[in-house]
């Protein structure tokens, strides 16, 4: 069974920063694309960032380039997410995803290019 449990969300001032963390079990982690997505109230779930296989490639959605960073330990099986800088408008549940198709530097940033998610976690930015 696939799971994905995400923590370290919470209440954090404008400016301020979090770490999420996924950790992964059921598959093998290190042959698996993850993303990051999120979802606000009212809105459509939104593209965050994406990392490979192996953490060498990294990619990330207009509105958090510069501010989030990706990675991810394969001996750990997690996946992270450094948020510097955040806004009232990064407010948002936080979702970890993985793909199904392995080994693949390609770019990943549908929601259907994923098959398992996390429950998400949620981030709350105050002005």
């Known amino acids: 069974q696939v799971q994905l449990v995400e923590s370290g969300g919470g209440l954090v001032q404008a400016g301020g920063s979090l770490r999420l963390s996924c950790v992964v079990s059921?598959?093998?982690?290190?042959?698996?694309?993850m993303g990051w997505f999120r979802q606000a109230p009212g809105k459509e779930r939104e593209f965050v960032a994406a990392i490979n296989w192996n953490g060498d490639r990294t990619y990330y959605g207009d509105s958090v380039n510069g501010r989030f960073t990706i990675s991810r330990d394969n001996a750990k099986k997690t996946v992270y997410l450094q948020m510097n800088t955040l806004k009232p408008e990064d407010t948002a549940v936080y979702y970890c995803?993985?793909?199904?198709?392995?080994?693949?530097?390609?770019?990943?940033?549908?929601?259907?290019?994923?098959?398992?998610w996390g429950q998400g976690t949620q981030v709350t930015v105050s002005s």
């Open positions: 995803a993985a793909n199904n198709v392995y080994y693949s530097n390609a770019y990943f940033r549908q929601r259907t290019d994923y098959d398992f």
């Open positions: 059921g598959v093998m982690f290190s042959r698996h694309g």
